[in-house]
């Protein structure tokens, strides 16, 4: 659990370069909604999955689906119909949240979860009753409510209110057994558990539910992060972005050959290296070009499958930093969706990245076959 600390971290610098965008961004893909900027707040009814990154997030509407929400300050208002996953400094979860709920920050405030629950942050505060199990990991913990699993938990200081009762058993994590004191009122003497911390990380591991928690998590990770790329690529060099893109788009197979072309290039030119014996040294470094030249290929790529969708739902192409974000992000989003779908997936997301690749190499041997001013 201690590992949702930094996740929260990564997620709140990767929403940052939204949170730059005064103007709120806002997109509908069929019932799920997207919004980032600055300050966001989200009132729209009749929405399934919920998108938000930026600097101040406020979703005051009921959602059906899951609800993704990542920034400085989150607050979820509205009921959500299925999972809900939050990060930030100040997270807020006050709606009811009909199944799990996975929340990582500094200040976290939880309230009713139909589900499992799991928070990570520094001061939490458990206000509204968990059905299923929890696992809380923090420096100050106070629990006002009723938890009726089976609870984990670590923390440095412990306090419970006059609401506060577990019905299943408490595990306590900590580094000197004995420190923490359980009240008979909120749970009895023979449904106490103390383990050393060192097993912490174990029995976090023995949880299904953390497992489908990271994926879930580095899913998200990876889509503010092409986001934040995608946005500081458009501040640096705004025109050449544009200009892979829409070669990209304009000839996407011509790319996807050029792409393999030098993909294998790169690739196969760590195979000789090693073949020569003595350029075996440069074998590692052939490895890692090729490795960062996919990452660039997926970041270009997914940008322009983005833009492309946009464009085909009637979107202008994007003007600002923010709007570039946002295509990064819808483009990452449903890419990792489609790889989701067995042996098609996967061939789909080479295909993407090797077509990014062969847009930066057009643009580079354009560049140099351009004539000298």
Excluded at 257 to 270: D, E, P, R, Y
Aim: charged residues 20%.
């Amino acid at each position: 659990m201690r590992s949702f600390g930094p996740a929260a971290i990564i997620l709140f610098l990767a929403a940052t370069p939204l949170a730059a965008q005064e103007e709120q961004e806002a997109l509908d893909f069929g019932d799920d909604s997207f919004r980032a900027g600055g300050t966001v707040v989200f009132e729209a009814t009749g929405t399934d999955d919920l998108f938000m990154a930026g600097e101040t997030l406020r979703a005051q509407a009921d959602i059906s689906g899951s609800a993704h929400l990542a920034g400085r300050r989150v607050t979820m208002a509205g009921d959500v119909g299925q999972d809900a996953y939050l990060a930030g400094m100040d997270v807020v979860l006050e709606g009811e949240v009909a199944g799990d709920a996975t929340l990582a920050g500094y200040d976290v405030r939880v309230g009713p979860v139909g589900g499992d629950l799991r928070v990570s942050g520094s001061k939490l505060s458990l206000e509204g009753a968990v059905a299923g199990y929890a696992l809380v990991a923090g420096e100050k913990v106070r629990i006002d409510s009723v938890l009726n699993g089976d609870v984990g938990l670590s923390a440095r200081e412990l306090e419970f209110g006059e609401g506060a009762r577990i019905e299943g058993r408490l595990i306590l994590y900590e580094e000197s057994q004995g420190t923490l004191e359980i009240p008979e009122t909120v749970v009895p003497a023979e449904r106490v558990e103390r383990r050393d911390m060192s097993a912490w990380h174990d029995a976090a591991g023995e949880r299904r539910g953390i497992g489908w928690a990271a994926a879930i998590g580095s899913f998200v990770t990876g889509v503010l992060v092409v986001s934040a790329l995608a946005a500081l690529i458009a501040a640096i060099i705004p025109q050449t972005l544009a200009d892979m893109r829409r070669d990209l788009l304009a000839r996407p197979f011509r790319n996807l050959g050029i792409g393999f072309v030098t993909q294998s290039a790169l690739v196969g030119s760590a195979v000789l290296f090693a073949l020569t014996i003595i350029g075996i040294f440069l074998s590692p470094a052939a490895v890692l070009v090729a490795l960062l030249a996919g990452f660039a290929g997926y970041v270009v790529g997914v940008y322009a499958f983005g833009v492309g969708l946009l464009l085909a739902f009637g979107r202008p192409e994007p003007g600002s930093i923010g709007q570039r974000a946002v295509a990064g992000g819808i483009g990452a989003l449903v890419a990792g969706l489609i790889a989701l779908i067995p042996l098609l997936g996967w061939l789909f997301v080479l295909a993407l990245v090797l077509a990014g690749i062969g847009a930066i190499m057009t643009r580079l041997l354009h560049r140099e076959n351009a004539p000298a001013a």
